[in-house]
């Protein structure tokens, strides 16, 4: 069966074609060590390099399309190759950036934000765990989304009791 649920095809095999380089974030998935901590990276230097993505009017969308796509991709993937395989990393992407919404694309702030999503994303804690068992690609992309909001919310309390870092909300 196909990834529309007809026949397999020209335009199924097309459809996973997609499905694996949206979800492996064009590749970065199928790299053999850390694939995830590497997509997460990808994401923040994109964050941090490309001023236009550190607008909300941009970053937003780029999140909600990178759920909805990683959603789709993820439960393509996962049929081919196993429960949450560890070449789907767009989830770390859409994670990553929701651990940088509407923060100040400094470095400091950009390097604990990289940590503290890779920290909630590895450990997850309590209901980041328990969204990794929705079934097919919402399980793979709820966890970090979860983690990414949580990585957020700490380091805005990091910034409030820290004065060296810097205090600068967008919202």
């Known amino acids: 069966m196909s990834v529309s649920g007809t026949p397999k095809g020209g335009a199924d095999r097309m459809a996973r074609g997609l499905a694996k380089t949206v979800g492996s974030a064009f590749g970065i998935g199928y790299l053999p060590f850390a694939p995830g901590t590497f997509a997460s990276l990808a994401a923040a230097l994109v964050y941090f390099f490309v001023p236009v993505t550190q607008h909300l009017q941009l970053l937003l969308p780029l999140i909600a399309l990178s759920i909805a796509l990683g959603v789709w991709s993820?439960?393509?993937?996962?049929?081919?190759?196993?429960?949450?395989?560890?070449?789907?990393?767009?989830?770390?992407?859409?994670?990553q950036w929701l651990a940088l919404l509407a923060l100040p694309a400094n470095p400091l702030v950009v390097a604990l934000s990289f940590v503290l999503f890779r920290v909630f994303d590895i450990l997850k804690p309590g209901p980041v765990d328990r969204a990794q068992r929705l079934p097919g690609g919402w399980g793979i992309m709820a966890d970090d989304v979860l983690a990414g909001i949580f990585a957020n919310l700490s380091l805005r309390a990091l910034m409030l009791l820290l004065p060296l870092l810097p205090y600068g909300f967008s919202l």
């Open 74 to 95: 993820g439960g393509v993937m996962e049929g081919e190759y196993g429960q949450d395989p560890s070449s789907v990393v767009i989830d770390e992407v859409a994670g």
